[in-house]
T-cell receptor, first 112, second 117 residues
Framework: AQSVTQLGSHVSVSEGALVLLRCNYS??????LFWYVQYPNQGLQLLLKYTTGATLVKGINGFEAEFKKSETSFHLTKPSAHMSDAAEYFCAVSASARQLTFGSGTQLTVLP | ETGVTQTPRHLVMGMTNKKSLKCEQHLGHNAMYWYKQSAKKPLELMFV???????ENNSVPSRFSPECPNSSHLFLHLHTLQPEDSALYLC????????????????FGPGTRLTVL
């Protein structure tokens, strides 16, 4: 079985501050891990994904995530938040089940 | 048009109505998906089609009926819905579900916001 837990359904940061969105997964086989972003009234857009190889993955809009097998984590970070980063972020895993399993999402608010 | 498109973007229907949601992908993919996104719940996979064949039905009630006439088009036919079916319905596509998960990235449409009165 595979599952995803996103810690914190709401995260607020000040503009220019570090963004850290947490994701932990459960999988009995090596996972493929994804972060998607959803802006209001839009579908999901792929931010980045981890398949194999380098554990630090860089994505669009300055985001990156690091796969840590020992911690079963795939946290999303961005050094400096921008107002346009306000959105909902979803972590997802594809492992034993070929289909994606999504977390419940984290709503990111960026304060001026 | 590029990517994955969905029509209509918004739909309000009564419980006795029959309506259809349409999804079209312009990415040359062979797999298409329907997801349901309800408030405060994770995305729920409903149906998967690969090369026009249904490969997954996640115990979806029969009042939802999918149709995939070709690899570029996917429909969701709705009838006798309940108010709890109100949600954002997202369509996605990918290259081929038989590929290893990391190689088969899903691309999403903007969704149809459905309200059942």
């Amino acid at each position: 079985a595979q599952s995803v837990t996103q810690l914190g359904s709401h995260v607020s940061v000040s503009e220019g501050a570090l963004v850290l969105l947490r994701c932990n997964y459960s999988s009995s086989v090596p996972p493929y891990l994804f972060w998607y972003v959803q802006y209001p009234n839009q579908g999901l857009q792929l931010l980045l994904k981890y398949t194999t190889g380098a554990t630090l993955v860089k994505g669009i809009n300055g985001f990156e995530a690091e796969f840590k097998k020992s911690e079963t984590s795939f946290h999303l970070t961005k050094p400096s938040a921008h107002m346009s980063d306000a959105a909902e972020y979803f972590c997802a895993v594809s492992a034993s089940a070929r289909q994606l399993t999504f977390g419940s999402g984290t709503q990111l608010t960026v304060l001026p | 048009e590029t990517g994955v498109t969905q029509t209509p973007r918004h739909l309000v229907m009564g419980m006795t109505n029959k309506k259809s949601l349409k999804c079209e992908q312009h990415l040359g993919h062979n797999a298409m998906y329907w997801y349901k996104q309800s408030a405060k719940k994770p995305l729920e996979l409903m149906f998967v089609y690969n090369f026009k064949e249904q490969t997954e039905n996640n115990s979806v009630p029969s009042r939802f009926s999918p149709e995939c006439p070709n690899s570029s088009h996917l429909f969701l036919h709705l009838h006798t819905l309940q108010p709890e079916d109100s949600a954002l319905y997202l369509c996605a596509s990918s290259q081929d579900v038989r590929l290893a998960g990391g190689q088969d990235t899903q691309y999403f449409g903007p969704g149809t916001r459905l309200t059942v009165l």
